[in-house]
């Protein structure tokens, strides 16, 4: 069980507070989509979230290319969910070869199994960018068009995921997260420099700072970095061209 203490930041990173209350909201909704380019915070996020304490079960399931296989993406799916939730059934997949099923039969049965789950539970797919398979897509869209009330689905992705969320949207039940929330803040940028053992920021390095980088993680610890290992002149001089 996780400590009931705020969780310590890493070394080089810092806690997203306010982003971690803004993703707690997820409770309330059926869907969340956590939507930003790679190296804005996505993955840190998620995992930040879930180190908190409470009753829940949280499946994370980061994804990869090869997840686009329907078989490969429900099987991992299925075995992830067993693992975090013994009360999954998953006897509904294991007989059948999904891609001769219909998906509204394989979401059906899906829906039966998470149904019998009585705590909250998240499904958490990080890297959804990947899921271009019109079986899985169908899947998850079909589950999503009459969840079970106790199941949240989060979605963290480069784009936006290729199947409709219009209705729900229009019906308020989708959470969204953006590349302009997990934009770092001046404090933040401050805070990273301290952990990565930097001198004190002039406000002028600062301020190009966050002009160049428009407040993007990766691109921010990359030019703390250089300043570290050349001086922090270096940061006048960042332009973000640099090798």
């Known amino acids: 069980m996780p400590s009931s203490e705020t969780p310590r930041p890493l070394s080089g990173r810092f806690y ?16 969340t989509l956590l939507l930003a380019p790679a190296g804005a915070g996505k993955s840190t996020l998620l995992n930040q979230w879930q180190a ?12 990869q290319r090869a997840d686009d296989d329907p078989v490969r993406f429900l099987r991992r799916f299925a075995e992830k969910t067993r693992a975090a939730v013994p009360a999954f059934d998953t006897s509904w997949f294991m007989p059948f070869d999904v891609a001769e099923l219909p ?15 009585t705590l909250p539970l998240f499904i958490v797919f990080d890297d959804f960018q990947h899921i271009q398979s ?7 869209a079909t589950l999503l068009a009459d969840p079970p009330e ?15 969320v219009s209705r729900l949207r229009l019906d ?3 959470l969204e ?29 600062l301020d190009h700072l966050m002009a160049i980088t428009e407040g993007w ?10 300043g570290i290992r050349s001086g922090m002149q270096t940061l006048q001089d960042f332009n973000a061209s640099q090798p």
């Open 177 to 205: 997260i953006s590349a302009v929330d997990l934009k770092v803040r001046r404090s933040d940028v401050s805070e990273l420099n301290q952990r990565l053992g930097g001198e004190a920021l002039e406000e002028l390095a």
């Open 134 to 140: 019109e079986e899985t897509l169908s899947v998850i």
């Open 217 to 226: 993680v990766a691109g921010v610890k990359i030019a703390l970095l250089a």
């Open 103 to 117: 998906p509204s039969s394989i979401a059906d049965s899906l829906y039966d199994a998470l149904q019998q789950v």
């Open 16 to 31: 997203r507070a306010d982003l971690v209350t803004l993703l707690n909201q997820s409770d309330r909704v059926p869907l």
């Open 52 to 63: 908190q304490p409470g009753d829940r079960h949280v499946v994370l399931m980061g994804l």
């Open 150 to 164: 106790n199941v949240h689905l989060i979605i963290a992705s480069r784009t936006q995921p290729l199947f409709d």
């Open 172 to 174: 308020d039940l989708v």
